[in-house]
């Protein structure tokens, strides 16, 4: 993240920041939803970012993507302790 003047390696080498790419049409909506609960739940953050959202449109028809989302940010708010 230096290229935006924001040096986040820090926070990764101390365990407080984890990035997960991948590309949207690697697999299908369903895929993703269960990869980003899986990794909600290893690292427990306080905070997620699900950057970029409109990626998601090439994995699926908006009304799908809309839907996942919506399971996704149901998923966060069922009261998962953070660290």
Known sequence: MLSI???LA???KAGLLRFHTSRPTL???ETHLTVMH???EEF???VVVVDPV???MSAGVPQDVRSMLLRLMDYLKAGRSPR
């Open 5 to 7: 003047g924001i040096d």
């Open 10 to 12: 820090p926070c990764v």
């Open 27 to 29: 697999y299908g909506l």
């Open 38 to 40: 899986k990794q909600i």
């Open 44 to 46: 427990k953050p306080s």
């Open 54 to 56: 409109t990626n998601m």
